[in-house]
Every structure is written in structure tokens, then in C-alpha cells.
């Protein structure tokens, strides 16, 4: 099956400054590629998202990567504000099944990103 | 702005006791997961649901837990009996094409 690893596992950023957050997958696969922002007792929420056949896509202060030579991708904050502190998670989808819809993700473990005043 | 809905958001019991949580997905969203979240485990995959019909369980241990899904606007997820190392949060999620939004959680406590 896939697995996902995600680095780092913290990240501490001053307000205003840009975080990175970078994960791996293993299978080749794997085709599409969702990040979610989960906050304290909260939901998993999507943030962004990319196929395979894309190399980068960027929605307003957030963009992801995805290099599937190296079979990794990253998520990208510029301008980070505190209400960007929250734990987030990269994902892979492997395509298991024909008929259309979305398939099981894999999750990396996670990176609570802390955004310093 | 609709959303996925799961009962109960939160559940203590004993353990041995059954346990069923529910789950309403996103009106026209055709496949429908179950995940659990632990610290130890992080997010985990452990069965999936689509047009209504089973397509994954393998993430399930399959001696106590078990998933159904009785109609379009209902998914559940059962344990029987349920053990201390349940204890976690039970995510339903929906989803069409790629994408898949979570709901609130179940809160699941085995004493």
C-alpha cells in the first residue's frame, strides 16, 4: 500500500514570514494529492489540492508542488498570519477502483505549524 | 453551505459494550469514508463506501467493527464489543470525483 511521510513535524514561523511543509509518497501510483488544515477539536478541512498531471497550483496565500519523478510534493504559506496556526496534513490517493468518486487517502502524520507574533 | 453530519459527537462506554455512530454524507456525494484519528496512529484509513456499496475494509479490524450503509443519507459504523484501544475519533467523510470533506467527529471514550 502507500505510505505518506511529512516533515517537519513542527514548524515555528514568524507572523508574516512563509512555511513549508514537504511530504513524500511511495507509490508512483498515487495521483492525487489533498492538504487539510485541521484545527484544535475541529474537523480535517481541504485547503488545496493536486492531480498528478499538474506540477503546481497556488490559491491566494497557499500553493502546493508536486514532483512525481521524486514522488514528492509540498504546500506553500506566504504571508502567514495567526490564524494560520493549526496542524496540517498532506495525503495521497492511490486509484483503486473504476466507476468515478474519490478513492481512500493515506495521511502523513502531520506538522503543527505555530505562527509567532 | 452543506456539510457531513455525524451523531453522536461525543461517546463514553464501558467496555464490551456496543457502539454505533452515524454518519449523513453530503447530498449527491457518491462514496463515503470512515477514518480514525488516534496521537499515536494519526489519520487512518478504514473502509470505504461507494454508490452505496462496499468497496474497502481493510483498514477495519473485522471481528468487532463492521460498516454499513442502509441508504443514501445514512452510513454506520458499529463495534461490538468494544475494546479500550477504540478509544479515538471517528471521522465520516464525502466525497465526488477527488475530493473529500470530513465531518465534525465522533469522540469515542472505552472505559
Known amino acids: 500500500g502507500e505510505n505518506v511521510e511529512q516533515h517537519p513535524s513542527t514548524l515555528s514561523v514568524q507572523e508574516g514570514d512563509s512555511a513549508v511543509i514537504k511530504c513524500t509518497y511511495s507509490d508512483s501510483a498515487s495521483n492525487y494529492f489533498p492538504w487539510y488544515k485541521q484545527e484544535l477539536g475541529k474537523r480535517p478541512q481541504l485547503i488545496i489540492d493536486?492531480?498528478?498531471?499538474?506540477g503546481e497550483k497556488k490559491d491566494q496565500r497557499i500553493a502546493v508542488t508536486l514532483n512525481k519523478t521524486a514522488k514528492h510534493f509540498s504546500l506553500h504559506i506566504t504571508e502567514t498570519q495567526p490564524e494560520d496556526s493549526a496542524v496540517y496534513f498532506c495525503?495521497?490517493?492511490?486509484?483503486?477502483?473504476?466507476?468515478?468518486?474519490?478513492?481512500?487517502?493515506?495521511f502523513g502524520k502531520g506538522t503543527h505549524l505555530i505562527i509567532q507574533p | 453551505d452543506a456539510r457531513v453530519t455525524q451523531t453522536p459527537r461525543h461517546k463514553v462506554t464501558e467496555m464490551g459494550q456496543e457502539v454505533t455512530m452515524r454518519c449523513q454524507p453530503i447530498l449527491g456525494h457518491n462514496t463515503v469514508f470512515w477514518y480514525r484519528q488516534t496521537m499515536m496512529q494519526g489519520l487512518e484509513l478504514l473502509a470505504y463506501f461507494r454508490n452505496r456499496a462496499p468497496l474497502d475494509d481493510s483498514g477495519m479490524p473485522k471481528d468487532r467493527f463492521s460498516a454499513e450503509m442502509p441508504d443514501a443519507t445514512l452510513a454506520t459504523l458499529k463495534i461490538q464489543p468494544s475494546e479500550p484501544r477504540d478509544s479515538a475519533v471517528y471521522f465520516c467523510a464525502s466525497g465526488r470525483a477527488n475530493e473529500q470533506f470530513f465531518g465534525p467527529g465522533t469522540r469515542l471514550t472505552v472505559l
Open positions: 495525503a495521497a490517493s492511490l486509484p483503486m477502483y473504476s466507476g468515478g468518486g474519490a478513492d481512500g487517502l493515506t
Open positions: 493536486i492531480r498528478s498531471n499538474v
